[in-house]
């Protein structure tokens, strides 16, 4: 395609309205795993046995240390802005009195977020990392699965965070919200 056909065309972004009505409609069903990221839907590849452990480890922990003091959401959207609603594996939210009941978290109310990378590292830590920062979300750790590793990333300016952290098998870092309450990352990795 010549660069004078790119510019005869625009992508037009959807809104977070439009995809809960696509859902309404059944234009995306249920079973799908997609997420709305800039306004683009996102097909998220198939949750593998190391994903799905790594959760399941991420859920137990957070509710024995944070039951009580935060919320813990698993594989729950969050409203970054209005074109934008992904997905996290795992989110630490301030505690509300009305827990969420009619709205969707947004990036004032999250603590922390985990997302879970094997097939999907390059998006989680590109543009999916980038929207976060961007938005506020004061803390993301992304459990690298390949790597054996925890990255934490806090401070976001910009698109990016100012502080970005590699945790190994053998450490075990602290939500911000909860210094006191360190993870060990050995009990994160399959």
Same mark, same amino acid.
């Given at each position: 395609m010549t660069s004078d056909?790119?510019?005869?065309?625009?992508?037009? #972004?959807?809104?977070?309205?439009?995809?809960?009505?696509?859902?309404?409609?059944?234009?995306?069903? #249920?079973?799908?795993?997609?997420?709305l990221l800039e306004g683009e839907l996102i097909a998220m590849p198939p949750i593998g046995p190391e994903h799905a452990f790594s959760v399941r480890e991420l859920n137990e922990k957070f509710v024995q240390r944070f039951a009580g003091r935060a919320i813990i959401d698993v594989q729950n959207p969050v409203a970054l802005d209005d074109y934008s609603e992904p997905e996290p594996d795992v989110m630490l939210l301030a505690l509300r009195e009305d827990r969420y009941r009619k709205s969707t978290p947004e990036p004032q109310d999250v603590l922390l977020v985990v997302e879970v990378a094997n097939s999907s590292w390059r998006y989680d830590r590109g543009r999916k990392l980038r929207a976060y920062a961007r938005t506020g979300i004061a803390e993301v750790w992304i459990v690298h699965l390949a790597a054996s590793c925890v990255l934490v990333f806090r401070d976001p300016v910009g698109e990016t965070y100012r502080d970005e952290r590699s945790y190994t098998r053998e450490q075990a870092p602290a939500p911000s919200a909860f210094p006191n309450d360190p993870i060990d990352v050995d009990s994160l990795l399959p």
């Open positions: 056909m790119q510019a005869d065309y625009k992508i037009r #972004p959807i809104s977070r309205r439009e995809y809960h009505q696509m859902g309404e409609l059944g234009i995306i069903g #249920p079973e799908e795993r997609v997420e």
